[in-house]
């Protein structure tokens, strides 16, 4: 069976990468708010949205391909970079919307459209922020409760086939080590057992995984390279 890729926040630096290595073998479809100017291949569309119910609506019953495993995965993160007392209402709302507010409400559209389809949502993360932090009060808390929403989710919908996973990443390659200073990424490094970064194909094993597996629904699996 053939795997259907829905990518939300492909505009991200670690979500463009992912697609680089599965581009040769799935369909992808990527949801992003930004304008791209991207090659046409032939198994990859990209769709501009507002992220409404009823442009995500439209998009995902076009898409949605009941013939092969369909896997919805949420890219979704920002984080702030200032001092919390300095962050003003826009950006802690953005920082908010994006990372919290935005994936429980695509998943309720996806639900309500497919709740008896056997579907596959995965929800990236950080270990950094799941761990807790300084400097990041709104990011930790915002994927800490993403987490527990997608425990409920599994609960909940499980038996019907659904199956909500957490990756909960390191330092990566080629990811937000691009905006962090070098301080910050030497102090990750230091809080790991393996002190180097992590590569996107490890990513998509751990990604391969979980559409094989129907045991740990509901459980965040680390990609971080033992950090703590």
């Keep these: 069976m053939r795997k259907k890729y829905f990518i939300f926040g492909a505009n991200s630096a670690v979500a463009k990468n992912f697609i680089r290595t599965i581009k040769g073998n799935s369909n992808i479809i990527c949801f992003t708010s930004k304008n791209t100017k991207k090659k046409i291949i032939k198994n ?8 409404s119910t009823n442009s995500v609506n439209k998009i995902l019953n076009k898409e949605f391909d009941n013939k092969n495993k369909n896997i919805f995965l949420f890219f979704n993160a920002i984080s702030e970079h200032k001092a919390f007392y300095k962050i003003d209402e826009k950006e802690l709302t953005k920082i908010i919307n994006v990372n919290y507010r935005l994936p429980i409400l695509l998943t309720n559209i996806i639900i309500k459209n497919f709740y008896l389809k056997k579907l596959i949502l995965i929800y ?6 799941l ?3 300084k400097g990041i009060a709104l990011y930790g808390s915002t994927k ?3 987490e527990s929403f997608v425990k409920s989710m599994a609960l909940e919908y499980g038996n019907l086939g659904l ?3 957490v990756v909960s990443l390191g330092l990566i390659e ?3 080590e691009k905006t962090i200073t070098e301080e910050l990424k030497s102090s990750i490094l230091k809080r790991s057992s393996i002190t180097k970064k992590i590569k996107i194909e490890e990513i998509h094993k751990i990604v391969e995984f979980i559409v094989r597996d129907t045991t740990g629904n509901g459980s965040t699996i680390k990609c971080d ?3 703590f």
């Design 174 to 176: 080629g990811g937000l």
């Design 225 to 227: 390279n033992g950090y």
């Design 131 to 133: 761990n807790i932090d």
């Design 163 to 165: 199956n909500f996973r």
């Design 44 to 51: 990859i569309k990209y769709f501009k949205t507002n992220y």
């Design 124 to 129: 990236f993360s950080s270990s950094r922020a």
């Design 144 to 146: 800490i409760g993403l």
